[in-house]
């Protein structure tokens, strides 16, 4: 498709449990975030990629989150040793790095993570 | 830094009439864009309308409209004539040099029949 994918579109997991979540940006798109969106709130930056440069992380609540993006292309986002606070709803962007509207993100449909 | 302020959250209007949704910003960047997303409940996020921090006219879109008052530091959205289909949660969202949107934390609209 030409829109931004992310999957799986819902995931349930153990507490403690390690989890992947993928987005695949839109093709030509060098820019990639990652936000978190818990239930009722706004989005929440997690972590930025652009090109080659190294990502920007600051928004990487702790350090069981981690993501790496591959050939520039596809992201995967781990959460490793999940908590019940890590549930929420896990939306990925991808952006061109210049254009009339410079910032324009065009998001997936998000990854519904539930931790029990 | 940069931070987005929404005042509202939850607006609700009568079907065919203009609502005003409130968005006050602060940033030190010089150049900056200010964007608004709706979130209807099936969860994606819908771009509606871009305005540029040295763009001289308010931005436009159909039905919908940016206020943009640079002294004041605000960008509300205006959605004329109202309907059903508007009733979703609307995010009020800036990209500056820190080079991400910084989302606001949204305002529940609700349209009525």
């Known amino acids: 498709g030409a829109g931004v994918s992310q999957s799986p579109s819902n995931k349930v997991t153990e507490k403690g449990k390690d989890v992947e979540l993928r987005c695949d940006p839109i093709?030509?798109?060098?820019?990639l975030y990652w936000y978190r969106q818990s239930l009722g709130q706004g989005l929440e930056f997690l972590i930025y990629?652009?090109?080659?440069?190294?990502?920007?992380k600051s928004g990487l609540p702790s350090d069981r989150f981690s993501a790496e993006r591959t050939g520039g292309s596809v992201s995967t986002l781990t959460i490793q040793r999940t908590q019940q606070e890590d549930s929420a709803v896990y939306l990925c962007?991808?952006?061109?790095?210049?254009?009339?509207?410079?910032?324009?993100?065009?998001f997936g449909e998000g990854s519904r993570l539930t931790v029990l | 830094a940069q931070k987005i302020t929404q005042t509202q959250p939850g607006m609700f209007v009568q079907e065919k009439e203009a609502v005003t949704l409130d968005c006050t910003y602060d940033?030190?960047?010089?150049?900056?864009?200010l964007f608004w997303y709706k979130q209807p409940s099936s969860g994606e996020m819908i771009f509606l309308i871009y305005?540029?921090?040295?763009?001289?006219q308010n931005a436009t879109e159909g039905r919908y409209s940016l206020n943009f008052q640079k002294a004041r530091k605000s960008a509300n959205l205006v959605i004329s004539a109202s309907q059903l289909g508007d009733s979703a949660m609307y995010f009020c969202?800036?990209?500056?040099?820190?080079?991400?949107?910084?989302f606001g934390s949204g305002t529940q609209l609700t349209v009525l029949p």
């Open positions: 969202a800036m990209y500056g040099s820190a080079r991400q949107l910084t």
């Open positions: 940033t030190s960047d010089p150049s900056y864009g």
């Open positions: 990629f652009q090109g080659n440069s190294a990502p920007d």
């Open positions: 093709s030509g798109h060098t820019a």
């Open positions: 305005q540029g921090s040295y763009d001289q």
């Open positions: 962007a991808s952006s061109l790095s210049s254009g009339g509207r410079t910032g324009e993100l065009f």
